[in-house]
């Protein structure tokens, strides 16, 4: 019995340090910590392993289902994910991985998202974030201005009004969609003489009480997946999530826009919302906002804006014009995670009319009572961490002409590498860049001009082959670890739409070089060339070759 | 022009600065880091300033809603920040602030944090994630078993299954409980014949097609607004979010729940499902687990459970019994930043079945491919950080027996508090600890006695006045800083439902003593007996006199 209190009182002081103890300078742990303080660059160079282990055989390391009986050292946990999972992460920092949205994070970042983590703030509530609330709401603010450049007196009215919103923060963009939507689909159906609102009966007895048969969501076939995952959320049903067709150049449609918008109200659908997209996930393009407005206005339906990758192309003077007409959008989604340069988890949506979160508003008596400034009343997650501290910095520390050079050296950067594809003999550019993305695939000159005069099933056959070269460099590539380019699908009208698998390229990280995308571009052409592809590569020869001869013949 | 392009090309290299050369070792950031690493509590209590200023003082600090042109020196903002930010945040790490779920972090998760960030990874995919996707699964697998506690070969087999999911991460408990709830109505109206499934067609036909008039979730009076919230995004509607009548201990009744459950099938209201609590939000209560799973059975409604706050418990032999029957759940939703001590921005759901993500999965050309082991495709967000790295070191670090010490001492404490209260002259308790969270009002013997006696216009006389007093005590101490209790309305039986302002009191903070409860406490009665609240208990003593006259009269 002695024995056992002894042992519980010793696991009891264990438990005590834990929380009032800090690692010692020596240990694994702080090494590690002033290691990234210092060289964060070369800590991640030392510790990820380049070279690509199986998933099969990563799994192995974390198989076990059970809570180990017993604590374990720190240092012991810090070793193993240092050898297990620090090792096989992605090096998202490299300049040479251009493949994805999440690129290198400015140095400032990480002991700032210390101090957030440290003071551990909740902002949900005034009660556990005090000025984190006011300081979320200029964030906020700033970017409602950089998008809707209202008044400076307007801002001083409602900024920090406990009954508006100028947006709300949220964990993403797919959130911040969602919220969007949410907003559109209660404000479409209020409450009406017996109704007491969408919000509040439901959608069948929305639908039944305004007389429509559903409910839809219009945006172009280029539009992120999280609007069809927000359309079943909601209730409104994937089918309700409209695709609408694109140009040459993966802009929407608008005479494409408007017929469908026609067909929805003659089956008596309601047009809940148009959503415009400023830089689409796959090739960066932006869709024309302005006629959008017009047509979301002609048909009453709520305009949003999914800017989660483009909003901060805003801040350059020679490109902002692209996004004419977001001023226009209801909402618009924009990820801090991704152009403004702060770590995952922040993204948010802006209201043009601070008054339309009334729709989505909901109190408690133990928390977001009525009246309170409390966050949490507007938004779709409760508990959540202080990130705005994160944008605030990096607005202030960056500038506007910082973002401003950050995004214009991304987009001469894309152009570059386009000029580059269109000069090498293996490459082909499916789009060029409208902002700092691109999309090109393996397709010889020689099979280009096949390809423009082969029949449709020859077409389809040299495609199929060419899709099964670029999957096999892309993959490749990825896998010796050096440098990393992602892919994805594209049905581009001068192949008449045959699904091409396609190269996609991110140019973000501002320590990409020319260089870097002429070695990226010399890598591929040299797995290109491996043994391991070359019966895949005879067989498409042997497609081109009879194309030819008989155009020759 | 030659001086333009000389301040663009200075511009463009200090944007390279940012991303390339950390801060110098004696910056005002370095040293902050420093600090925090060596001396948490230290840094918490030199910063953070106790007395609170009024929110419209703090909203001057955060008013302009411009972006600035020019950037500034981080040092500037780091000034800006402890000053303006940090002095104003809230000390959640403080032993004597117990009335949030937000405590104190074990000081291995600040570094670990810092590497998560560096690392900058992405969980949507395995392509920007790697290992991270394979640890995820494992820590949802850790939790799973800690509900479900099925044989070591069942985790073998669909623990890394790519068609499968144990549960799936998020930002918090909100959006656990909405995911949980999203894949009960997706089930509850599944394709058949015809129809393509609510996630396809909507709800409005799902209804149509199943010959419903709504479909409900009932939980008890004291559920988590969040549900509410729920019902609302799902397209149910709030009113479709049913409460049910709780017994005197805040637990769910289950006769009246039954009662519910027929009524609403009568008006032929799907009882799509029914929700269990384990650890109230404002009480700490558990319902009955059991006989709540063989309701949902009868009824044929999906069983949720959310121990958002109480699902650790299951890591106590002491304390395990009280959960029981959650491994009857079909879901379970777990906060691990609240009692598995990780920074906020950490919840899940867990799945009985892992095969119930098949109703809100969802897939993509350049993301989450169909057959990818990408977890992007089976939860409700999109981009998330790497969460999952922080529970793994805390299960690990901490392990079963010492989170069974923290759970074990929280409750502990919670009984002792209680003995204080029910000793003290001025308080009454008004719901005892079943877990470690209790609430208690400021209430005099003498005003229980006058109470009991009371016309039901006197007791409302003399609740009201009870209310203003314990509002005013909890507000003071607040704005002193020293400690902090929250506060919530309950309706307590034994007052005629009269809803009572009550404090409320959260155990979760190790380091809180037996000598911090009984200073605040002290602090609480001290407050009570100021002058500026003495006019108000006049009135509460003439109300008290005139009933206890009439009595002895």
Redesign the interface.
């Known amino acids: 019995m002695g024995g056992h209190s002894k042992t519980a009182k010793a ?2 002081d ?3 340090r ?6 010692a ?1 020596d240990s694994t ?2 090494q ?2 002033q290691y ?6 070369g ?2 160079q030392d510790h990820i392993v380049a070279l ?2 199986e ?1 099969g055989e ?2 192995k ?14 240092s012991e ?2 070793q ?2 240092l050898d ?7 090096h ?2 490299s300049p040479s991985f251009i ?4 690129s ?12 957030m ?6 902002l949900v509530k ?10 979320e ?2 964030v906020l ?2 970017l ?3 998008i809707y450049r209202f008044e ?1 007196a307007w ?2 009215q409602w ?2 009004d406990p009954h508006q919103a100028l947006g709300t923060m ?6 911040a969609n ?1 919220t969007a939507l ?1 907003v559109a ?2 404000q479409a159906f209020p409450a009406e003489g017996g109704f ?1 609102g ?8 929305a ?1 039944r009480f305004y007389g429509y ?3 839809a969501i219009l945006v172009s076939e280029r539009g992120h ?2 609007l ?2 927000a ?10 999530l409209i695709p609408v067709a694109t140009d040459a150049d993966n802009r929407i449609d608008p005479d494409a826009l408007r017929d469908r918008c026609l067909e929805l109200q003659q089956q008596k659908i309601r047009v809940l919302s148009i959503v415009g997209i400023a830089g689409t ?2 090739t960066g393009h932006v869709d024309p906002l302005e006629t959008l407005a017009d047509i979301a206005r002609e048909f009453g339906a709520h305009f949003h804006v999914d800017a989660a990758w483009g909003g901060p192309t805003l ?1 350059s003077r020679t490109h902002q014009h692209r996004l004419k007409g977001i001023d226009q959008a209801d909402s618009v989604t924009i ?1 801090a ?1 991704k152009q403004l340069y702060t ?3 922040a993204g948010m949506v802006l209201f043009r009319n601070p008054s339309v979160v009334s729709s ?1 508003e ?7 009572r009525k009246g309170s ?1 409390d966050l949490g009343s507007t938004t ?7 990130m705005a ?1 994160l944008i605030h ?1 990096g ?9 401003e ?2 995004i214009d ?1 991304g987009i001469e950067k894309a152009e570059t590498f386009a000029e580059m594809i269109r000069r090498h003999a293996d490459f082909e550019l499916i789009t060029a860049p409208e902002l700092n993305i691109l999309t090109y695939r393996y397709c010889p000159a020689r099979v280009r001009e096949a390809l423009t005069h082969a029949s449709v099933e020859d077409a389809e056959r040299i495609n199929a082959s060419l899709n099964r070269i670029t999957r096999f460099i892309q993959k490749t590539q ?1 896998e010796r670890g050096k440098s ?1 380019v ?4 594209l049905e581009p009208a001068h192949y008449n739409h045959y699904p091409c698998v396609v190269f ?1 390229v991110v140019l973000a ?3 990409t070089t020319r260089e870097i995308l002429s070695d990226i571009l010399a890598e591929q052409a040299a797995i290109g060339s491996e043994d391991s592809i070359a019966g895949e590569k005879r067989a498409l020869e042997a497609s081109v070759a009879g194309v030819l001869e008989t155009l020759s013949a």
Chains 1, 2 share one sequence.
């Not at 834990?18 to 690692?23: A, H, L, M």
């Not at 949220?170 to 959130?175: I, L, M, P, W």
Request: glycine share 8%; charged share 20%.
């Open positions: 696991n009891l264990a438990m005590y834990i929380f009032t103890v800090p690692e300078p742990l702080s590690v910590d990234i303080s210092g060289n964060l660059t800590f991640l690509e282990r998933m990563m799994e390391d974390f198989s076990n289902p059970q809570v180990p009986e017993k604590p374990i050292f720190v946990q810090v193993f994910l297990k999972l620090v090792a096989q992460s992605v998202t920092a493949g994805h949205m999440t290198a994070l400015p140095y400032f970042m990480l002991p700032l998202s210390k101090i983590i440290a003071l551990n703030q909740n005034t009660e556990t974030s005090k000025a984190f609330t006011p300081l709401r200029q603010g700033m409602h201005h950089l400076d801002y001083r900024m920090h949220c964990s993403g963009g797919t959130v969602l949410w689909r209660n007491r969408v919000h509040q009966e439901g959608l069948f007895r639908l048969e559903g409910a997946y999280s069809r995952k359309a079943d959320i909601l209730g409104l049903g994937r089918d309700f996930t796959e801040f990820d995670h770590p995952q988890g989505i909901l109190h408690a008596q133990y928390v977001i400034k779709l997650e409760g508990s959540r961490p202080g501290m910095s607005l202030r520390i960056i500038g506007r002409e910082g973002y050079i950050l050296q990825r990393f992602s892919r994805t699908q996609r990280n501002p320590l």
